[in-house]
């Protein structure tokens, strides 16, 4: 079946970078949207960013455009989030998240998801 594995996170300082890494497994994804999705405490799940398997159409929301960048190594079946300039409010876990076809910013649209990264960002 298909798995989601994360890796990457950590702690991180204001203003500095961390990239996330997503292995993706148990199918052929070149249909798929792969999104990261991230929760932060007491918070519901929030879309952070999503990329398509196929042509890579790419959407960030508001809080992370222009900081955060999404991408993925088709040969290897891994998605990224590239992460800079981080915020203390980008602190949460973050989760790899894939379905067929959808492109949508609605964490509930998604079918499979990781087990999450933590990121802390201190101020």
């Known amino acids: 079946q298909v798995q989601l594995v994360e890796s990457g996170g950590g702690l991180v300082q204001a203003g500095g970078s961390l990239r996330l890494s997503c292995a993706a497994s148990?199918?052929?994804?070149?249909?798929?949207?792969m999104a990261w999705v991230r929760q932060a405490p007491g918070k519901e799940r929030e879309f952070v960013a999503f990329?398509?398997?196929?042509?890579?159409?790419?959407f960030y929301a508001d809080s992370v455009k222009g900081r955060f960048t999404i991408s993925r190594d088709n040969a290897k079946n891994t998605v990224y989030l590239q992460m800079n300039s981080l915020k203390p409010e980008d602190t949460a876990v973050y989760y790899c998240?894939?379905?067929?076809?959808?492109?949508?910013?609605?964490?509930?649209?998604?079918?499979?998801w990781g087990q999450g990264t933590q990121v802390t960002v201190s101020s």
């Open positions: 998240a894939a379905a067929p076809t959808v492109l949508g910013t609605k964490p509930e649209r998604y079918d499979y």
């Open positions: 990329i398509r398997w196929s042509g890579g159409t790419t």
């Open positions: 148990g199918r052929t994804f070149t249909s798929y949207t």
